[in-house]
C-alpha cells in the first residue's frame, strides 16, 4: 500500500471565498387603507386596514469553493454556513361589513341605503393583531460535484438547519416557542451521450420554517422532498438551448390562508403534491433576435389533511396550464442601429379560487410589448403592461377575500445607465 498525497488547490483562480456579516436591513412600515369589495350583484363592502409593520434581518453567509485534485480527475467541493436572524413586529386593525362580523354596513352601488352613518373608528371595538415573531437560524452545507469521465457527472450534498423560533401574541397574551432541525440531502446525475444533450436525474429535500399561524401559536415546518428527470440540448450551434423535465414534489406542513374573521389566520395543509412537465427554451436565434419561451402542466393536488373533504383537491391559484412567449429584436446596424422591438404572450390557466374548490378564477392571456433605444451604455425604454387592457384576475389572498385583479393598460417608462 502506498500513501500518495492529495494536493490541494487554493490559487485564485480555483479558490472563491465570500463572506458577508453584520449586514442588518431594518424597515418600518405602516398603512392606512381603505378597500372597496365587490362581492357580486353590485354589492361593495367597506374595509378598513390599519397596519404597522417592522422588520429587522441580520445575516451571515460564509461559501467557500475547493478543487481536488486526485488523478486522474478534480473534482469541486463548495461548503459554508447562513446565520441568520428575523424580528418581525406587526400591528393591526380591522374593520368590515358587519355581515362578516366587523362592523361596517355593505350597500348596493346601484341601489344604495344610507344608514346614519359609519362611526368612527375610536367609537368601534376592532379585531387587531399585535405581536412579535423571532426567527434564529443556522444552515451548514456541503457538496461534491464529481467527474467519473468527460460525459458522466456525479453530484452529492446536504444540509443540516437549526431553526429557533418565539412568537409573542400580546392580543391574546400568550408565547409559544418551538426549536427544529432537519437535514436535507441533494443527489444529481448528469449523462452526456453526445455534445448538445444532457440527460438528467436529481433528488432533494427541503426544509423551511412556516412562522405563526396569527393566533399566537407556531407552525409545524413546510418540509419537501422533489425528484426530477429531464433533458437539456443545445441548439443552432450553442444559441438556443432547451430543457424539457418531468418533476414529483410532495410537501407537508404547507402554510395556507384562512377566511376570518379575524384576518391574517394561517394553517398548515397536511400534504399536497405536484407533479408535472416543464419545458423552456431561450437564446438568440440571430444576431440581435432573441427569445424566451416556456410551458407548464401542473398537477397539485391535497393528498393527505385533517380535514378529508379537501383530500384530492387542487391547490388553490396553481394552474393546470400556463405558457408564456417573449420575444425581442435589436437593429445590429445602420441609421436605426440600437432601436429595439419586442412582445410577448402569457397565458394562464384556470385555477381553484380555494382548498374547497368551490369556486374558479378564469383563465387569461395578457400581451406586453416594449419598445427600446440603446446608445453607448445608456438604455430607453418603454414597456407596454396588457397591451389590450383585458379584465382578468391575477392572484388570490384568503378565500374570497381580497382576490387581485390584474393591471390595465399600463406604459412604463425607464432609463438606466451601466458603468
Known amino acids: ?128 393583531v399585535d405581536l412579535i415573531n423571532r426567527t434564529d437560524s443556522l444552515g451548514i452545507y456541503l457538496q461534491d460535484l464529481i467527474a467519473f469521465s468527460d460525459n458522466l457527472k456525479f453530484l452529492i450534498g446536504g444540509r443540516f438547519d437549526l431553526v429557533s423560533q418565539k412568537n409573542e401574541d400580546f392580543l391574546n397574551d400568550t408565547t409559544a416557542t418551538q426549536d427544529d432541525e432537519a437535514f436535507s440531502p441533494r443527489i444529481g446525475l448528469v449523462y452526456q451521450p453526445i455534445e448538445p444533450l444532457s440527460l438528467y436525474a436529481s433528488f432533494s429535500r427541503s426544509f423551511v420554517p412556516n412562522g405563526g399561524d396569527g393566533q399566537g401559536g407556531i407552525l409545524e415546518p413546510e418540509r419537501g422532498t422533489q425528484y426530477e428527470v429531464g433533458l437539456r440540448s443545445e441548439l443552432l450551434e450553442g444559441r438556443l438551448s432547451a430543457n424539457l423535465a418531468a418533476f414529483s414534489i410532495t410537501k407537508s406542513n404547507i402554510a395556507v390562508g384562512v377566511e376570518g374573521p379575524p384576518a ?10 405536484s407533479r408535472g412537465i416543464e419545458l423552456d427554451i431561450a437564446g438568440e436565434i440571430t444576431e440581435g433576435w432573441k427569445i424566451i419561451a416556456s410551458y407548464a402542466h401542473t398537477d397539485a393536488e391535497v393528498t393527505d389533511d385533517n380535514d378529508s ?42 385555477r381553484e379560487g380555494n382548498l374547497d374548490n368551490n369556486f374558479e378564477l378564469p383563465s387569461y392571456t395578457r400581451v406586453d410589448a416594449r419598445l427600446s ?20 384576475v391575477e392572484s388570490r389572498g384568503f378565500g374570497r377575500v381580497a382576490i387581485q385583479p390584474g393591471i390595465p393598460f399600463t406604459v412604463v417608462g425607464s432609463i438606466s445607465i451601466e458603468f
Open 309 to 350: 373533504d379537501i383530500e384530492g383537491n387542487q391547490l388553490p391559484g396553481v394552474a393546470r396550464n400556463g405558457a408564456s412567449l417573449w420575444t425581442t429584436y435589436e437593429v445590429q446596424s445602420g441609421s436605426l442601429q440600437g432601436l429595439g422591438f419586442g412582445a410577448g404572450v402569457f397565458f394562464v390557466g384556470d
Open 373 to 392: 433605444y440603446r446608445r453607448d451604455n445608456w438604455v430607453a425604454a418603454l414597456n407596454f403592461k396588457n397591451l389590450f387592457d383585458i379584465d382578468y
Open 264 to 273: 391574517g389566520l394561517r394553517r398548515a395543509i397536511g400534504e399536497q403534491r
Open 1 to 128: 500500500m502506498e500513501n500518495r498525497p492529495m494536493p490541494i488547490a487554493l490559487s485564485y483562480a480555483k479558490y472563491r471565498q465570500f463572506v458577508e456579516a453584520n449586514k442588518e436591513l431594518c424597515n418600518d412600515f405602516e398603512t392606512v387603507s381603505k378597500l372597496p369589495e365587490e362581492i357580486g350583484r353590485g354589492e361593495s363592502r367597506n374595509f378598513h386596514f390599519e397596519r404597522g409593520l417592522g422588520l429587522t434581518i441580520r445575516e451571515c453567509q460564509m461559501r467557500d469553493r475547493v478543487i481536488f485534485k486526485n488523478p486522474p480527475r478534480q473534482h469541486p467541493v463548495e461548503f459554508g454556513f447562513h446565520l441568520s436572524g428575523q424580528c418581525q413586529d406587526e400591528y393591526g386593525n380591522y374593520l368590515r361589513s358587519t355581515d362578516s362580523g366587523f362592523g361596517i354596513t355593505k350597500i348596493n352601488v346601484f341601489d344604495p341605503v344610507y344608514d346614519d352613518g359609519t362611526p368612527s373608528l375610536d367609537e368601534l371595538d376592532f379585531l387587531a
